[in-house]
């Protein structure tokens, strides 16, 4: 993308959580309590306002599975088993290996809690590896949904809806007496956010681990090789720079992950179905929300802004 081209916006939707200097839609979203830190990636609670009869059609590509309380629009997700349907819903959703399709009608309401690798596992959730680009019917993942739907007053601010659900997360937590994920797990992605070039080899080294280990850790708690996991945070980085929601400090160090031109637009395609033109063309609200929230946190896990600091893009 450069400098004078800006992501395309679609003009039928408005998002409760304000916009990015390009007219991006971005939700409210924020790094959970400390005590907390360890399991719980993000909380998020995204409202968006469109014409009754409106049908969005987007995609999700999110790198965390993710609790997703769904209490308004209807909703339309391509799945690894196959199309799914929803209304009101509490589902569990798995990492996804490449975009999603997915579509909604008419305004919506979505809430979530973004797990970190290895919380499943410490939480006696779904096994990762058999998830991964599946949606789960909470019930069917271990969780109660009418419980979930109690947490939400309609009239509340979203932050006391991130509130509740630190708080019922919190005490999920204290029944299992969880241990913090593999402290492998968390390295690992803490490398995949600041260099995920880096070799496998490499990082195995500078951890102390033996390779194979490591590659089991990180099947078990990403779903997937640690080589798909670095190539998958490299697209989503890119994706995010491409939306407008990554900081423009970053766009030259992003470009040189990637070998040459040919080599970002076949991984970029693989991975989201369309090139990098075709994704700055293509209105992209439902994707752009997401990346978002995962670009905030990247930064503020780096150190690059503090949590609650306004974001490059704002």
Do not use: C, N, W
């Given at each position: 993308m450069t400098r004078k081209q800006r992501p395309a916006v679609d003009r039928s939707i408005a998002s409760g959580g304000g916009v990015t200097r390009d007219g991006q839609p971005i939700s409210y979203n924020r790094a959970p309590a400390d005590d907390l830190a360890p399991w719980i990636a993000r909380l998020y609670v995204t409202k968006v306002d469109m014409p009754a009869e409106y049908r969005l059609n987007c995609g999700l590509f999110n790198d965390a599975a993710c609790i997703r309380i769904q209490l308004r629009g209807q909703w339309t997700a391509d799945t690894a088993d196959g199309r799914m349907e929803m209304g009101k819903s509490a589902l569990f959703f798995g990492p996804q290996s490449r975009r999603m399709p997915i579509s909604v009608t008419g305004s919506f309401i979505s809430v979530g809690a973004m797990l970190r690798p290895g919380a499943c596992h410490v939480l006696k959730g779904p096994k990762v590896p058999e998830i991964v680009d599946w949606i789960v019917p909470m019930a069917d993942a271990g969780g109660n949904p009418d419980e979930w739907f109690s947490l939400f007053a309609p009239d509340a601010e979203p932050e006391a809806w991130c509130l509740a659900m630190?708080?019922?997360?919190?005490?999920?937590?204290?029944?299992?007496?969880?241990?913090?994920?593999?402290?492998?797990?968390?390295?690992?992605?803490?490398?995949?956010?600041a260099d995920p070039t880096i070799s496998i080899k490499q990082f195995a080294e500078r951890a102390a681990i033996e390779q194979r280990?490591?590659?089991?850790?990180?099947?078990?708690?990403?779903?997937?090789?640690p080589k798909q996991v670095l190539r998958r945070a490299r697209?989503?980085?890119?994706?995010?720079?491409?939306?407008?929601?990554?900081?423009?400090?970053?766009?030259?160090?992003?470009?040189?992950?990637?070998?040459?031109?040919?080599?970002?637009?076949?991984?970029?395609?693989?991975?989201?179905?369309?090139s990098p033109?075709?994704?700055?063309?293509?209105?992209?609200?439902?994707?752009?929300?997401?990346?978002?929230?995962?670009?905030?946190?990247?930064l503020e896990m780096m150190a690059r802004i503090a949590p609650g600091e306004i974001r490059p893009w704002e």
């Open positions: 630190e708080d019922r997360l919190r005490t999920r937590i204290a029944v299992l007496d969880a241990p913090e994920p593999d402290p492998a797990t968390t390295r690992f992605e803490a490398a995949a956010f280990r490591l590659e089991r850790i990180i099947r078990r708690d990403f779903g997937m090789p697209a989503l980085d890119m994706a995010s720079h491409l939306r407008g929601v990554a900081d423009k400090d970053e766009a030259e160090a992003l470009a040189l992950r990637y070998y040459d031109q040919s080599h970002l637009i076949r991984e970029f395609s693989e991975l989201f179905g369309m033109r075709q994704f700055v063309e293509t209105p992209q609200p439902l994707m752009t929300l997401a990346l978002e929230t995962r670009q905030a946190r990247r």
